[in-house]
């Protein structure tokens, strides 16, 4: 038995085909969504992919919060679905108040596009269970609006309760408040985060390292043996 | 048809780093005496009917969960060249 996991297509997602392709690499059942439909084709999992959904008009994420794929998506990440966010898709998840704070331009107002270094600060989540606590990991990141934002309240919560889940290490690359590479809520099933893991699961392409093969070898385990 | 305008700013304690951009070009291009710029979004809606209390109070909710993110961003709304009508979230 293996499990199946959602990635949602918005206009202008330009990750999708990766992350599907990385959920196939672990093991899963990888499963097309499409932003207009609300129905989830009863997956186990849903994976928000990057790009520019809706060209970023407004506010990244800001649009493609209130899709008809949204409402499902948030109601049941409520309920318990693991939900991962990647770069637009962390600005989706922030948006929809599924994770605290809010993301920027970032803050030198260059794209950047490079192999980022990170830690991996909270191994219990749905997503990170295959990693150490505390691994360093390099995956690509590319992005305009990086930059995570929260109030001094929100962040020091954060902190407190090891829902930072990924800081930047060696360069902050976008000015994200207390080095935050992505966080998670109370639950753990939402995890948002700006770099790329779908990216660096083949050692042929991206990195050259597998490095984020695990955020999807650690759902599908969660998932077959739930 | 009456112009109902929301004004959306970041919150004071936000770094924007485009309208410091925009303040440190000025002096090259001879504006000097600027001491801060900060950069915002201008919303002009144009209303069907009559811009009363109901349709002031929508076009509100529609500022706070739609046109604004209030996590980062502070927004007014005015009904055009008359009062000042619901200031937000200070």
């Known amino acids: 038995m293996t499990a199946r996991i959602g990635v949602v297509t918005f206009p202008g997602t330009l990750d999708d085909q990766d992350a599907l392709r990385a959920a196939r690499l672990a093991g899963a059942e990888p499963v097309s969504l499409w932003h207009r ?35 499902t998506i948030i109601e049941q990440a409520k309920a318990g679905m693991p939900v991962l966010g990647i770069c637009n898709g962390f600005q989706i998840l922030t948006e929809a108040h599924l994770l605290p704070g ?12 490079r192999d980022q270094k990170l830690r991996v600060e909270n191994a219990g989540t749905a997503w990170t269970s295959d990693y150490e606590q505390g691994q360093e990991i390099q995956v690509p990141l590319k992005n305009m609006d990086g930059r995570y934002v929260a109030d001094e309240r929100t962040l020091d919560e954060l902190e407190a309760e090891g829902r930072v889940a990924f800081r930047y290490l060696d ?19 939402v995890v ?19 490095d984020g093969l695990g955020f999807f070898t650690s759902i599908l385990k969660k998932l077959v043996t739930a | 048809m009456a112009r109902v305008v929301v004004d959306v700013m970041l919150k004071p304690e936000i770094l924007d780093p485009q309208g410091q951009a925009v303040q440190r070009a000025l002096p090259r291009l001879g ?60």
């Open chain 1, 37 to 71: 439909d609300k129905d989830l084709k009863q997956v186990d999992a849903v994976v928000l992919a990057g790009g520019f959904s809706y060209g970023d008009y407004l506010r990244a994420g800001a649009i493609s919060r209130f899709s008809p794929v949204m409402e």
């Open chain 1, 102 to 113: 809010a993301m920027l331009r970032n803050n030198h107002l260059h794209f950047i596009c």
């Open chain 1, 171 to 189: 360069m902050n690359p976008n000015g994200s408040l207390r080095d935050i590479a992505g966080i998670t809520n109370e639950a753990g099933n």
């Open chain 1, 192 to 210: 948002g985060l700006m770099p790329h893991p779908e990216h660096a699961v083949e050692p042929l392409v991206g990195t050259g390292r597998t």
């Open chain 2, 31 to 90: 504006f000097d005496g600027i001491a801060d710029v900060r950069q915002g979004k201008r919303f002009e809606l144009e209303v069907d009917g009559p811009v009363d209390e109901a349709a002031l109070a929508r076009i509100h909710e529609m500022a706070e969960t739609f046109l604004a993110n209030t996590v980062i961003e502070d927004f007014t709304v005015k009904v055009e060249e008359t009062s000042e009508v619901a200031g937000a979230s200070k």
